[in-house]
Nanobody, 123 residues
Framework: QLQFVESGGGLVQPGGSLRLSCTAS????????IGWFRQVPGKDREWVAC????GRTDSQEGRFTISSDAVKNKVHLQMNSLQPEDTGIYYC????????????????????WGQGTQVTVSS
């Protein structure tokens, strides 16, 4: 059964760092496009970063780095220099849609989601 579990969220001060992890079961993440998204109350879920099935990555922010771990079957999101506007629930998801860009950017192109992990950036 396909399942994603996000972890690593928490409360951090502005300027701090967090490393989120997305643990997958039911698939091998290195063979799929995996994305991280953020959602805040009252706003649409937005794309943050992704890694595709050939290992190419893309990120909305230069402060964020996505990587995949084939051994542990995880996808990580390293977030540095965090700011209050980075606050939200972070989700990982799998896409099975082919795109000409590095990986899909739209929420509707992802068909399997985790439950999310809360990130709060506040002093």
């Amino acid at each position: 059964q396909l399942q994603f579990v996000e972890s690593g969220g928490g409360l951090v001060q502005p300027g701090g760092s967090l490393r989120l992890s997305c643990t997958a079961s039911g698939i091998e993440v290195i063979y799929w496009d995996i994305g991280w998204f953020r959602q805040v109350p009252g706003k649409d879920r937005e794309w943050v970063a992704c890694v595709n099935s050939v290992g190419r990555t893309d990120s909305q922010e230069g402060r964020f780095t996505i990587s995949s771990d084939a051994v542990k079957n995880k996808v990580h999101l390293q977030m540095n220099s965090l700011q209050p506007e980075d606050t939200g629930i972070y989700y990982c998801a799998r896409s099975n849609v082919y795109v000409s860009t590095i990986c899909p950017l739209r929420v509707g192109m992802y068909n399997a989601w985790g439950q999310g992990t809360q990130v709060t950036v506040s002093s």
